[in-house]
């Protein structure tokens, strides 16, 4: 009887002993990776322009004199607000007041040898084509007298909108050709703030004018709203890019020219896009990735294009096609063609 029970017994422990070598067995030979998916989703959205620039009056002006001379006064500094018609540089006029009196008198003496020459052919003297020169001669006087008397009235400086000064490039005393640059002024109205960026051919072909844009700076946190003033016609020939006006609209903000910002442009025209998670993305390099879908119980490995981010979303252009199975967790485990099981 006792020989029966110590047989069953090594029986039983031999069963049990099998059954876990077969279950550690088939738990090793279980080379599937549990996955979670999502399924994308399509949508028609206009794809935005990403450009940057720097904000800049749209009434800057390099303000100079119409003749050359030595600098009399700049009478306001770097960083003083002006006026529209308020006086800032004057030149010394000592030699155009001279050139404005010898013009003056000039046109005097062509107005009284005119005068004798009308009465000497009065007098049958002269000739009517000595008549004709004179007259000639005294309205030559006296656009002469029109010109200098111009230039003596370009001897001042005179701010061509309300602004505030950003650089002051001459100073008292220097001598200046006609048409150097002497101060900078940049506009503050309102409606005066744009920002110049640059726009590739692509991007440039996609806009009509007249688009809403968002504009952030990294001097606020908020979002400001603009729309596209002016598309170049022409492209740069330095850097080879369309440039680009938006016109920030009128926000309780303290702007100033040379505000670094970033811009997104809506085309009116929409593209046909697919959203994913972005955590679905792996090895992402500019607007190019890969993702991980679920096909047969296998994992396929993608290529796709990236419109771009917002939020958790990505917005692809190519690559997934709507209601595909993308592996949004355990990506990281997978290789193409590994052996996946979907979980909740």
């Not at 442009?265 to 046909?272: F, H, R, S």
């Amino acid at each position: 009887m006792k020989t029966t029970q110590i047989a069953l017994s090594i029986l039983f422990v031999a069963a049990m002993t099998s059954c876990k070598e077969e279950k550690k067995k088939a738990e090793a030979t279980d080379n599937t990776i549990p996955v979670k998916i999502i399924s994308s989703s399509s949508l028609s959205q206009a794809q935005a322009v990403e450009t940057s620039g720097l904000l800049s009056s749209d009434n800057e002006a390099h303000l100079s004199f119409k003749v050359g001379g030595i600098i009399r006064d700049i009478l306001i500094k770097e960083g003083d607000k002006v006026r529209r018609g308020q006086v800032l540089a004057t030149l010394n006029t000592t030699e155009i007041g001279a050139q404005v009196g010898q013009a003056e008198e000039n046109f005097l003496k062509a107005k009284r040898d005119a005068q004798r020459v009308q009465n000497l052919y009065r007098d049958s003297v002269a000739t009517k084509e000595q008549v004709e020169n004179s007259q000639t001669a005294l309205n030559l006087a006296e656009k002469q007298l029109d010109i200098v008397k111009f230039n003596m009235s370009q001897s001042k400086i005179i701010a061509t909108t309300d602004g505030v000064v950003i650089k002051k490039l001459q100073n008292a005393g220097e001598q200046v050709s006609g048409g150097t640059a002497v101060l900078y002024i940049s506009g503050t109205g309102s409606q005066d703030w744009v920002i110049k960026c640059g726009l590739t051919d692509k991007d440039w072909a996609r806009l009509k004018g007249g688009e809403k844009a968002d504009i952030t700076f990294d001097a606020y946190p908020e979002t400001f709203t603009g729309s596209v003033k002016t598309l170049a016609q022409g492209s740069d020939a330095t850097s080879g890019l369309y440039q680009a006006e938006i016109r920030v609209d009128k926000k309780a903000a303290k702007l100033a020219t040379g505000l670094f910002a970033k811009v997104s442009i809506y085309p009116a025209e929409k593209t046909n896009m697919v959203s994913i998670p972005v955590d679905a993305l792996i090895e992402g390099e500019n607007d190019s990735a890969f993702v991980f879908l679920a096909e047969n119980s296998k994992a396929v490995r993608k290529p796709v294009k990236i419109a771009y981010l917002q939020g958790d979303k990505a917005f692809i252009l190519s690559g997934v096609s709507s209601g595909a199975q993308v592996i949004r967790e355990g990506s990281a485990y997978l290789a193409d063609g590994s052996a996946i099981k979907i979980v909740q």
